[in-house]
Structures are given as C-alpha cells and as structure tokens.
C-alpha cells in the first residue's frame, strides 16, 4: 500500500476505527475540524498541499440529522461545500478521494436493498446535503480519482451512536419504545473502516459504492438485539421490555426514509471483502465496550 492518508473528522467514530485499524504501511494523519475546517477553501488548499497525501479520507460531517433542519447553512458548509474543498485540492495535487456518504440520499420507497445506480431523493435536509456534497464532487474531480461510500446506521464503542444509547436507557428504565417500521442494515464502525483500508489500497477502484454489514432490521430489532448480548455478556443486569412503536408515534423534525437497506455486493465484490452479518458485528462490538470498561 505504502500511502500517505489524510483523514478527516477525527473526533468521529469512523475516523477513530480508521485510526485504530491503519495497515502499518500506510502514513497517515487524522485531524479535527478545529485543525482543519473543511469549510474554509483557503485552510484545505493549504493543509492539503503542506501534508501531500496520495488519499484524502473524508470522514467528516457534519451528523446531526433534526438539528440539521434548523441549521441548513451550517450542515451544507460541511456537507457540501466542504466536499467540494477536499475536491478541489485533492484535484489540485492529483490524489485520490474517498468521500463517506450515507443512505439518507434515498426516500425509503424502494421494496429491495438501493444499489449505487438507483436515484437518490433526500427527504431530509442532511439528505440533501451530503447528495450535493457527492454531486460538487463528481463535478470537482476527475472520476477514476473518486470512491464515493455510502454507508448505514453506523455504530461503534467510540461517541454517541443508537448502541450506545439503547445501552444507557437500559441502566434506568425497565421499558423502552422504539419506532419498529424503519429499516436498514446496521454497520460497525470498525469493518467500514477495514474496508475503507480495503479500497485505499486499490488505485482501480472509483464511483459510488455501497457498504454496510449484512442483514436487514428495524431499530426495535436492533435495539432487542442489543439488550439480549448485553445481558449475556454482563453489561446489563436485565433485559427492558422493549415495546414496538411506529414512526408517527415518535416524531422528530427530520424526515427519515423507512427502508433503506443498501445493496453491497457489487462493494463486497471489488474490494475482495466477505460480508458479515450485523448480529456478529454487534457481539464483537459490545465484548471490546466490555473490555474497555474500568
């Protein structure tokens, strides 16, 4: 591999798994918004060009999806534009971009899993940012230069995620609600980040892309997965009983689409990767929470 990878968001669960796992051949240097601002052009052209990197990770974002609904400037600043300023200095010293993206590009109206062709349709203003983050960016760049990946309900050991919220309302209440007709494919942090290694080290590989782990759930499915492997492994002392809810009976201010399985196997194919279901993914995630605890 042997490649210099910059890597941004680094305060966030990606880029922690990024840096956790980096194969030993690779130079890498993971930095924070607050030491690279994606937003500003003139900071990206000048970091980009002091550091040289042959690869630019861009696993910031700015993720706050209902917040996002008031804060539309500040979500397309990082989102969009920010995209657009890797881009162009990616662009500028001839390196390579991969470019996390997610599956809220899509409405949730397909019946089967969303490949890369199927068009997007954002029902979210945090949808529509990181669309037009992937348009500027096709735009910006030449197109065998950019590996766009998006990605789906992503979790980790590391900083807020559905996991670990589940996790802590567990500690003090015996019942929880959670919405029941959402849909999607849940991902470890950690094998995103296995395969973003994965296609740093293949020069021939570009255009958008999918990945998540295998299987398909709902939250409710997800979050009983995740109290019966916490009480088997100690982390809790009692499974809640968790009560199926729908979407309408837990309002939020961002619009969420209610299926949005990805289809990965053209990804799992070219990267060489096998895949594995999220139900394994999330028993290896919660014995590394349990042996990270004091």
């Not at 000048?46 to 996002?68: F, H, M, R, S």
């Not at 997007?120 to 230069?145: D, F, I, T, W």
Request: with cysteine; glycine share 6%; proline share 5%.
């Amino acid at each position: 591999m042997n490649s210099r990878v910059l890597i941004t968001g680094r305060h966030g669960q990606l880029a922690r798994e990024l840096a956790r796992t980096a194969p030993d051949c690779v130079e890498f240097q993971c930095v924070s918004s607050s030491e690279l601002d994606i937003s500003n052009e003139q900071d990206v052209f000048q970091y980009v060009t002091a550091y040289g990197p042959q690869v630019i990770v861009n696993a910031a974002a700015y993720t706050q999806v209902d917040k996002a609904e008031t804060e539309p400037d500040r979500a397309f600043a990082v989102n969009a534009q920010g995209v657009l300023h890797l881009a162009r200095a990616c662009d500028s010293i001839k390196a390579r971009l991969i470019h996390i993206s997610t599956d809220f590009v899509f409405d949730g109206a397909n019946a089967s899993p969303y490949s890369a062709q199927d068009i997007p349709n954002p029902l979210s203003v945090y949808g529509k940012s990181k669309l037009e983050g992937e348009r500027l960016a096709q735009e910006a760049m030449p197109h065998n230069n950019l590996f766009i990946l998006r990605t789906s309900w992503l979790y980790s050991t590391h900083g807020r995620n559905f996991v670990k919220t589940m996790l802590g309302l567990a500690a003090t209440r015996n019942e929880i609600r959670v919405v029941c007709d959402q849909v999607g494919s849940p991902t470890w942090a950690k094998d995103l980040a296995l395969a973003v290694w994965n296609a740093v080290g293949r020069d021939g590989i570009s255009g958008i892309h999918h990945f998540s782990n295998a299987g398909v759930a709902s939250w409710y499915d997800l979050a009983s997965a995740v109290f019966k492997e916490a009480v088997a492994l100690g982390l809790l002392l009692r499974e809640p009983v968790v009560h199926p809810i729908p979407t309408e009976a837990y309002p939020t201010p961002a619009r969420r689409p209610f299926y949005s399985v990805l289809n990965c196997f053209r990804t799992w194919d070219c990267l060489g990767i096998t895949p594995v279901h999220w139900c394994e993914s999330l028993h290896r995630m919660l014995i590394e929470l349990k042996g990270n605890m004091p």
